[in-house]
Structures are given as structure tokens and as C-alpha cells.
């Protein structure tokens, strides 16, 4: 058991390092095959009076007259050293760059990832115990109507509203308590969608558990019921929305700093985006796929010690269907 | 009861009254306290929010001096040699004096003293000698452009004294004086600029001279300045010298124009830049402040492909310039405030004259024009020769926010007279790689572009030294290349001021180039409040002479 689970752990984190590469490689070409590039945009603005000659001198000392496999390699071996360069567009050290912005994302997103469990799960104790006519049709419709919502909507309708009408938060301040607030439900909302749907499904399999019935009938209160022997067992699953959800919380925050205005990680990569700054693309999108795969591994390296009805074949994991929960609840724990 | 009532009532009565005299009192108290003002004296402190639409890219000065955006920053935070106000006057700043040679290729900048860099270090001769270098070569192999502006004659600079800089030209520079008051010409302490371009663009390590500097900053957030109180070296042009009133400035990036504006008007901020020209009529009414300064420059205007069909036909050309009624499109797409083209330069440039007359709307001539070049009339009203459609493309500016509204206009008025008009509205990457002067897809390309001194004109316009051959005519025009050089040659504005006029005729006569409005680049929404702020010759604000009322 000890093996298969190290052979499972190794393969995972082979895997992780070379989705981390591949991101690298994918997004220096898609940037690379783009039309035109960050220092000509800036050059050809008409107001700078450069010569094409001035220009053609610009551009290769920059080193992007290169072929672009050239480029990529230097631009790869220094990456993997830790070297992620200047910006092409502010000339500041990428990781002064990143560093100036991520606090205000962390906050962001980690407000959002707060809201977006609470909301999940007080829908999910809705759908279990609100009786069918007060409204547990209506809570399980939540979900998909939180999905269906753009999240700039949500983003402009909050700003309206508690911004402009109630004036409480001045937009020119995004940082103030409040509009940091807002902006994490405009993020939140559609994160929590995701975790609320995972666990409906699973706490709908669960109360339908012989346990279940048996708490139940010696009169547990609803909310122990819910607490004590419902949640953990559905909350499985919900560890892979989790990683997963990390990364609507990375595509959400580019959105909703937009629309708020705040300097985070989202509006830097749009100002990288807007003029094809390479270098800082190719670390945030290194530091996202690098969140994303590490949080997801995590899921996957801590799922087989949660669960201990999980079998790891060959580097997946399986999990037997319910019929066959008895038998493997007696299993003893993996231990590492 | 009601004599219990009346008797409250006085006291409440009695109390009012004497809560408004302690109040008096202590008003006259405080206002005893405060420093007598001198009747007149403009008040001293207060803060202000300018709200703008980016904070451009880098801030490394040489790369960033010339931004629309960055632009105004610098403009507080650091001085430059001369002064160049919004009708291209140049008087002394940090230079008070200076002296040429009889052929423009020598200069003496005689310097203020006891001026000095925030970092402490002196701005001295050599200070501006390592400035004067670095804007002419800037250091490309680090990234650190050239001041694109600056004269390409600039031969070297020397110290002579610790106050006194001689400059030396290989050709006659006549625009040499202006230039340093344009907006690439920032002076910035040398102990920054000997630092690399990481370095650099790190704006709260950057020194200049100005009476402000930068007390923090974060990038496509906000820039804080405060006042810089031994400040004590403003040009003599704006009407004061010594610290500014405002304590600080702070610009803060609000990427929606409406909001831009919002925060204006329920007074979260004092300024906002860049509204959308639609808005500036009811901000007006309301009471705002609106200021539209043009800078020195060109008009926005087409620049016509000569060798293009059938825009090599100069009938073709003139009747183009006819065409285009140009006060529809100030009364359609502008407000008052932009200004009727009068030249294919902005009438505030010294040297600019007014041919207003070659500039008239007249489709009936226009018409003849077409006919008399073969192109007729079709049942479809679109004209034709030889089988061939009468087509003209437009590429919008996207430099220019009214740009394809302006199209959209014209179109309409050359169609009445025949014409059939394409409009394609590039992004700017995509502009930048397909738009080009005289490119074999573009008839005609929308210029704007601001310059320093009008001596720079005639050089641009053909292919010599380095020139962009606006009009695709390369040597072959004679007459242009005969004024080009005699307009570079000129050793004083005497003899070129005529000259210019004469270039000025002979371009748009003969339908070269065809203006449609003079340009307003820079547009601000200011409250009431805020008061005495002094618009440049680039039309940037400076809140330097600035105050803020209650």
C-alpha cells in the first residue's frame, strides 16, 4: 500500500512539473505568433519621432529580431534558473512587478474563497432541510443561476448599487474595506456555485445512507445530523472543486479588479496583455499554473489518506462505487 | 401652557444666539491665529486627485517624458532649460540666458545658480551636459531610448564653467532653443541617469529639479507627489517662482471615462482627463471648469499618397480638399472650443499663417474639379474613369478617440459629390503594422502629431535625411525639396518665416496634405474649486501656480 502510494505521489508530481513546462512553452508561442510586438507599439506611437532605422537598432538590442525557438530557449533556461527577467513594457524586475500586486489578489481572492463556502454551504443546508414549498426548489436552482450570471454583471450591479447609491465605497478608493468586500462576492458568487453543486449531489447520496436513516431515527437534531455525519463524507469531492475552483478565482480576479479597479494580478496581466509584455505573462501564467497544479496535487496526494475507500491503480485513483462502501470502510487507513 | 412654550421658545431663542457668538468668537480666535495674508496672496496647501485614463508603460525619463499620460507627472517633478508656453513663446527657466552663432550651429546656455536635484546633487553644467547627451543618443543597448524630437544635428556639449554650457551643431539648428521646452527635455539629476534602466524606471528613484516629487507610487495605480518647500526656480512666464500652494498632487488611474467623470462631479476628485468631448457641454452648464488647450503642432489631417491612383491627379487632390466641410464636423462631432484648421499647422505655432481661402467648403468646385479630370457621374451617383470606382480608404487614427466619427463624416460629404469612401478602424498594434505613409494600401494617412518648433516641418515631409516622405513624393518635387532646404538652412526666423508661409501655400494648394480640424489632444474636467493652473505649449496642466478654494 505504502508503495503504490509513493509510485502514485511520484508519478503526480512528474506530471505537475511538466504541465508547468508545457504552460510556459504555450504561452511564449501564442504570444510570439500575435501580430506586432510590446517595444514597436511603444516605438511607432507617431509622437516619438523614431527613424525606422532607430527602430530596427531598438529592436535588436532588445534581441527580438531573433528566431523565435532562440528566444524561447534563452527565455526558458533562464526561467528555470529562477531568472524571470525585465519587463518589456515598465523595464521593472518581473518579481517586483508581481510582488507589488499579489497581496492585493491573495486578499481578494482569499475573501472570496471565505464568501463562496459560506454561501455554498448554506445553500446545501437549505436544500437538505428547508421543506419542499419554502423555497428548496428555488435554493437548488441557485447554482446554475450563479453560473449563468457574467461576473461583470454582478461586478457593475454591486458597484451601482452600494457604490453609487449608498455611497459605501468611493470607487476611486478600491482598497477601502468595503469595496474590497464587494468585489470578493463578485468573485465569490460563481465560485460558489461550483462547490454548492458538488455538494448537493453528495449530500443527496448520503441522507439516502443506511447511517443516515439510523441517525435520524435516534433523533438527532437537523444541524448535528448535517454537521457530525453528513458533511464530511460529502465534503470529499468537494476537495477536487476546491483546486479547481482556484482557478475560476484566478480568471474571475482579472475580471473583477477591472471592473473595480483595483491593482492586482488581474489588471497587471491586462496591462501585459494589452501591449505584449511577454516576460510578465510568461510568469503569471507560470505562477498560475504553478497555484493550480500544486493545489490540485495536494488534492490528489491528500485524498487516498481521507478517504480510506480509495484504491490507487497505477498512479489514478479509484474509488469503489457505494454498493461496495461497507467493505471497504473496514479497510484499515493508508498510513504513510 | 402657551406662556410655558413662549418662555422656552426665547430661551431656545436666547441660546441660539448665544452659541453664534461664541462661535463668532471663536472663529475670530482661530482666524487670529492664523498667519496674516497679505490682501491677494493665493492660499497656501490643499490636495488634489487628478484622475487619468493610464499611466503609460515605463518610467524610465527618456522613454516616458513624451507620454500623453506620463507626461503630466514629469511636468511637476521636474524642470526643463526653457519655457515654451501655449503660443510657442520660449522664455528663460533654468536657462537664463543663452547665445548663437551667426549659422545656428553654436549655442551658450548661460544657467541659474544655486538650483539643485532632490537627491541634493546640483544642476550645473555638467548636470545639463549629461542630459543634453542622453536625450540626443539615449542608451539603445540597455533599452533606454533617444528623445525621438530632439535635433539628429547635435554634435557634443561642453562645460564651460560650472554655469555656462556651449553646444555645438553639425548643421544650422535653428529649432535647438525650442526644443528644450518640449516635452522630452526633462532635466534629470545625473546621479540617476548614470543608473541603469531597471533602476530608472523605478519613479521614486528618479531626481528631477521640479516643485514636486514623488512620495510614493504603485504601477497602473496612482502616483503621489508632494510640494518640494525649498522650490525656488519657476519660470518667470507663469508668475511665480518660489514653493507651489497645492501641498500635494496625487494621479490615480480610473480606466472608465464615465467614472472619470462621476467622481468629478459628486467631488470625490478634482480632475478628470480625457471625457469624451460629448460630455463637455453639460459639464460646462453645471459649472465645471473645461479646458481644451491645443499644443504645437500639426493639424489632424490627411497626408495624401501621390503615388497612389487617382490621387496622383493634383485635380483629384484639390478637389479632396474642397470636398470637406470642415465646420460640420466641429459642429457635429466637437463643441466650440476645437478651432477651424486654418493651415496644415496649428495656428499657435509661430511661423503658422491663416489660408483659411484654401480651405473652403465648395462642392460645386469641387465637382468641376472630378468632371474636368474625367471622372463622371454614374446612375449610382458614385463617379467613374476608365471602368475604375472614384475610392478613397480611411484608416482611423486610433490615437485619436473622435477619429472614426470624423471619418464617418466625411464619407458622407464626399459621397454627395461622387465619391465612394471606405473607413477600416484599426487597433493600434494593428495600425502600426499595416498603416504606413504612402503604403500601397493607404491613400491617405490621419496624422496627429505635435512638434516643437515649425523648422521641423519641411524635413519631414520628403525622403531626405532620414524624412518620413509624407506624400509618397520622394525627391521628385522640386519646389518642396527647394524650401525644405532653404527652410533648414535658414540662420534666422526672419528669412524663414517667409519661407514657411510659401511651403504652407504650396502644400495645401496643391492638395498634399488636407486638414479637418485643429487638434485638442488634451481635454480636463476641473472643479470650481480649483483655480490658476497654467496649460503649456504641449498643452499639458501645471498645478504648480495652482490653488483650491473652499
Known amino acids: 500500500m505504502r508503495s503504490a502510494y509513493l509510485s502514485y505521489a511520484a508519478k503526480r508530481f512528474a506530471q505537475a512539473v511538466v504541465v508547468i513546462l508545457l504552460a510556459y512553452v504555450f504561452t511564449f508561442v501564442v504570444v510570439s505568433i500575435l501580430p506586432g510586438d510590446p517595444i514597436t507599439n511603444v516605438l511607432r506611437d507617431p509622437q516619438n519621432g523614431f527613424t525606422e532605422d532607430q527602430i530596427r537598432q531598438i529592436i535588436a538590442a532588445q534581441g527580438l529580431d531573433r528566431p523565435i525557438p532562440v528566444q524561447l530557449w534563452t527565455s526558458l533556461s533562464n526561467f528555470v534558473t529562477g531568472d524571470l527577467g525585465l519587463s518589456m513594457r515598465s523595464s521593472r524586475p518581473v518579481t517586483t512587478l508581481i510582488a507589488e500586486v499579489l497581496p492585493s489578489t491573495l486578499l481578494l481572492a482569499s475573501s472570496a474563497f471565505a464568501i463562496a463556502l459560506l454561501l455554498a454551504l448554506t445553500i446545501a443546508y437549505g436544500t437538505q432541510f428547508l421543506p419542499k414549498r419554502f423555497g428548496q426548489g428555488l435554493l437548488r436552482g441557485f447554482p446554475s443561476l450563479f453560473l449563468s450570471v457574467p461576473n461583470f454583471v454582478i461586478s457593475l450591479a454591486l458597484i451601482h448599487i452600494f457604490g453609487f447609491q449608498l455611497g459605501l465605497f468611493r470607487v476611486i478608493a478600491p482598497d477601502s474595506f468595503w469595496a474590497t468586500f464587494f468585489a470578493a462576492i463578485a468573485l465569490g458568487v460563481p465560485v460558489s456555485a461550483r462547490i454548492a453543486e458538488v455538494l448537493i449531489a453528495n449530500l443527496d447520496k448520503e441522507s439516502d445512507q443506511e447511517y443516515a436513516a439510523v441517525a435520524r431515527s435516534r433523533g438527532l437534531t437537523q444541524v448535528r445530523l448535517f454537521a457530525r455525519h453528513l458533511l464530511k463524507p460529502s465534503s470529499l469531492p468537494v476537495v477536487t472543486v476546491i483546486a479547481l475552483a482556484i482557478g475560476e478565482l484566478l480568471g474571475g480576479s482579472l475580471i473583477t479588479e477591472t471592473v473595480f479597479g483595483r491593482t492586482g494580478i488581474g489588471s497587471l496581466v491586462q496591462r501585459s496583455v494589452s501591449t505584449q509584455d511577454l516576460p510578465v505573462l510568461q510568469a503569471v501564467v507560470s505562477l498560475a499554473a504553478v497555484v493550480f497544479v500544486l493545489v490540485n496535487l495536494i488534492a490528489d496526494l491528500v485524498y487516498p489518506l481521507l478517504d480510506p475507500r480509495v484504491k490507487l491503480i497505477g498512479g489514478r485513483r479509484v474509488r469503489p462505487t457505494t454498493a461496495d462502501d461497507s467493505a471497504a470502510a473496514t479497510t484499515a487507513a493508508v498510513t504513510s | 401652557m402657551t406662556a410655558r412654550f413662549s418662555s422656552l421658545l426665547l430661551s431656545r431663542r436666547r441660546l441660539l444666539a448665544a452659541t453664534s457668538v461664541v462661535a463668532a468668537a471663536a472663529l475670530t480666535a482661530i482666524a487670529g491665529l492664523s498667519p496674516v495674508r497679505s490682501a491677494g496672496a493665493p492660499p497656501n496647501g490643499g490636495d488634489i486627485t487628478f484622475l487619468i485614463d493610464s499611466l503609460g508603460s515605463t518610467w524610465i525619463p527618456n522613454n516616458s517624458a513624451i507620454s500623453s499620460f506620463q507626461g503630466h507627472i514629469w511636468g511637476h517633478v521636474t524642470d526643463k532649460l526653457v519655457y515654451v508656453d501655449a503660443d510657442g513663446k520660449v522664455s528663460p527657466w533654468i536657462a537664463e540666458s543663452w547665445e548663437q552663432n551667426g549659422d545656428a550651429t553654436q549655442f551658450t546656455l548661460h ?380 540662420a534666422s526666423l526672419d528669412i524663414r518665416n517667409p519661407l514657411l508661409d510659401e511651403l504652407q501655400t504650396y502644400v495645401l494648394e496643391q492638395g498634399y496634405f488636407i486638414p479637418r480640424t485643429q487638434i485638442v489632444q488634451r481635454i480636463y474636467v476641473q472643479s470650481p474649486k480649483l483655480k490658476g493652473e497654467v496649460y503649456n505649449g504641449i498643452a499639458y496642466a501645471s498645478y504648480y501656480t495652482a490653488t483650491i478654494g473652499e
Not at chain 2, 470642415?326 to 511661423?351: C, H, M
Not at chain 2, 502629431?449 to 513624393?473: K, M, P, Q, Y
Open chain 2, 111 to 490: 544657467l541659474k545658480k544655486g538650483v539643485s536635484f532632490s537627491d541634493g546633487t546640483p544642476l550645473d553644467a555638467s548636470a545639463v551636459v549629461a542630459n543634453l547627451d542622453i536625450w540626443y543618443a539615449g542608451r539603445r543597448n540597455e533599452g533606454i531610448n533617444p528623445i525621438g524630437l530632439f535635433p539628429k544635428t547635435y554634435d557634443r556639449a561642453e562645460a564651460v564653467d560650472a554655469a555656462t554650457v556651449k553646444v555645438l551643431f553639425r548643421a544650422p539648428t535653428l529649432g535647438f532653443i525650442p526644443t528644450l521646452g518640449y516635452h522630452g527635455s526633462i532635466l534629470i539629476s545625473p546621479k540617476t541617469i548614470a543608473q541603469p534602466a531597471a533602476h530608472q524606471a523605478d519613479l521614486a528613484k528618479t531626481s528631477g529639479s521640479g516643485p514636486y516629487v514623488v512620495a510614493a507610487w504603485k504601477e497602473g495605480d496612482f502616483v503621489k507627489l508632494v510640494k518640494r518647500k525649498d522650490y525656488n526656480w519657476g519660470p518667470p512666464a507663469v508668475g511665480h517662482t518660489g514653493p507651489a500652494y497645492l501641498n500635494s498632487i496625487t494621479y490615480k488611474l480610473v480606466s472608465e471615462p464615465s467614472l472619470r467623470v462621476a467622481a468629478v462631479q459628486s467631488g470625490q476628485a478634482d480632475v478628470a482627463y480625457s471625457p469624451s468631448p460629448q460630455e463637455l457641454k453639460s459639464l460646462k452648464e453645471a459649472g465645471f471648469t473645461i479646458a481644451t488647450p491645443r499644443y504645437l503642432g500639426f493639424v489632424n489631417g490627411l497626408a495624401i499618397n501621390t503615388k497612389l491612383e487617382p490621387y496622383n491627379d493634383v485635380k483629384v487632390r484639390q478637389a479632396l480638399q474642397a470636398g470637406i466641410n470642415r465646420k460640420e464636423i466641429i459642429d457635429t462631432v466637437y463643441t466650440p472650443d476645437w478651432k477651424l484648421a486654418t493651415s496644415f499647422i496649428q495656428s499657435n505655432v509661430p511661423g503658422a499663417t491663416d489660408h483659411s481661402d484654401l480651405l473652403a467648403y465648395n462642392p460645386g468646385k469641387a465637382e468641376k474639379l472630378l468632371d474636368d479630370a474625367g471622372w463622371t457621374k454614374g446612375a449610382n451617383g458614385i463617379r467613374t474613369k476608365d471602368g475604375k470606382q472614384l475610392s478613397l480608404t480611411l484608416h482611423s487614427n486610433p490615437y485619436l478617440a473622435t477619429a472614426k466619427s470624423i471619418d464617418e463624416l466625411i464619407a458622407q460629404q464626399l459621397g454627395k459629390i461622387g465619391w465612394k469612401v471606405t473607413i477600416r478602424a484599426y487597433d493600434v498594434v494593428t495600425f502600426g503594422e499595416k498603416v504606413r505613409f504612402g503604403g500601397p494600401a493607404v491613400p491617405a494617412y490621419e496624422v496627429t502629431r505635435s512638434f516643437i518648433d515649425a523648422g521641423t516641418v519641411a524635413s519631414i515631409l520628403t525622403e531626405a535625411n532620414n524624412g518620413e516622405n509624407w506624400f509618397n513624393l520622394g525627391d521628385s518635387d522640386g519646389k518642396l525639396n527647394e524650401l525644405r532646404d532653404k527652410i533648414a538652412g535658414a
